[in-house]
């Protein structure tokens, strides 16, 4: 297992994290997600961490405060020393029938964090994101918030979910000019079928330093190799209940079907290529992977192992790659000159 920096931090994470979304279950789309009860959840957490995961990532409004009770149980009944473990959670969504038991104001982020300690039986979280834009609430109200829990020592890290790149940028700057905590992550969807992060969002966490956590790295189960163009699913998979996230099939199927080609190759699942491919690019700091099953996890951890060739690699970037959208394929075009001014003289 590797271990990378998240953002600018010191903080090192694992390059697989591991996800509890699959916990708790309950009514509406959490049953159709997962319903893995702690029993089951001391297993998978067990063999993640005995695989050298040190990083879960859950949210209150999974099962909702149910996934946090057992992930916190968890840790307590496995006996885990709390410095071995990076735990992240999230605040945003509606936790009671209130008009204020949801959004990102200075009131719901304060209480949030109250209830997500409570839950996991912890002193301090880790990294405490925001699980999305709060059009409601002003961005210097909700990092100001944040400070706060810093301060007070019961968050260390903090982050973002789910924002657009001009969402983030202004925060940062925020952030910088009044002297608060900057936003050390971003938790955002991203797949090889589902690149779209690629044209703002990546360039910005290059540029700012911060990290990149992939949720739904498999799309939803469409990535696993079970999904073909025929639409059937073996019994089991959550695509089938919940179709999310969207996904351009039209793209997706044909990548599906160079990482066949190489998963072959590899004598592996086509979901350890999907998720290998995450593996290998450089703006990634960490893949976030749930599991219903054991083998299942075991499965995701061993795309830790694959190492894709250049050629592997371009092949797959051939076939999913984006359509330049404007002004990209202009500045490109109007770079041209410069970059050869830029680089004369030396290896482009």
Not at 314 to 319: I, M, R
Request: net charge negative; hydrophobic share 40%.
């Amino acid at each position: 297992m590797r271990y990378n920096r998240l953002g600018n931090t010191g903080l090192f994470v694992s390059q697989l994290c591991f996800g509890t979304m699959t916990f708790g279950g309950g009514e509406g789309i959490w049953g159709m997600i997962g319903d893995l009860q702690q029993k089951e959840a001391d297993r998978l957490i067990d063999q993640a961490l005995g695989a050298g995961i040190n990083f879960i990532d859950t949210a209150d409004v999974y099962a909702f405060g149910k996934s946090e009770e057992i992930t916190g149980r968890a840790l307590k009944n496995l006996k885990v020393k709390r410095e071995d473990v990076v735990i992240a959670t999230k605040v945003l969504s509606q936790m009671g029938d209130g008009p204020n038991d949801r959004g990102a104001s200075r009131g719901h982020i304060l209480d949030g964090v109250k209830g997500s300690l409570k839950r996991l039986q912890l002193d301090y979280i880790d990294l405490y994101q925001i699980h999305g834009f709060d059009q409601a609430t002003p961005i210097e109200e909700t990092l100001r918030a944040l400070e706060q829990l810093v301060d007070q020592g019961l968050v260390r890290y903090v982050g973002v979910s789910n924002w657009m790149a001009w969402q983030i940028m202004k925060a940062l700057g925020i952030a910088d000019r009044l002297g608060f905590a900057r936003l050390s992550s971003l938790q955002a969807y991203y797949t090889i079928a589902g690149r779209d992060l690629e044209r703002e969002i990546v360039p910005l966490l290059q540029s700012e330093g911060v990290g990149l956590m992939v949720w739904s790295p498999l799309a939803g189960g469409l990535l696993s190799g079970k999904y073909g163009r025929e639409g059937s699913e073996e019994a089991g998979s959550r695509r089938i209940d919940f179709d999310f996230p969207p996904v351009n099939l039209d793209r997706a199927f044909p990548v599906i079907d160079r990482m066949r080609t190489i998963a072959a190759a590899h004598d592996c699942s086509v979901a350890r290529i999907a998720l290998a491919w995450l593996l290998h690019q450089p703006w990634v700091s960490t893949v976030i992977v749930g599991a219903k099953r054991s083998e299942q996890l075991a499965d995701n951890i061993a795309a830790t192992d694959i190492v894709l060739s250049a050629e592997e690699l371009d092949a797959l970037d051939e076939v999913s790659r984006l359509a330049q959208e404007y002004p990209a394929w202009m500045i490109e075009r109007q770079s041209e000159g410069r970059l050869r001014q830029l680089y004369e003289g030396t290896a482009c």
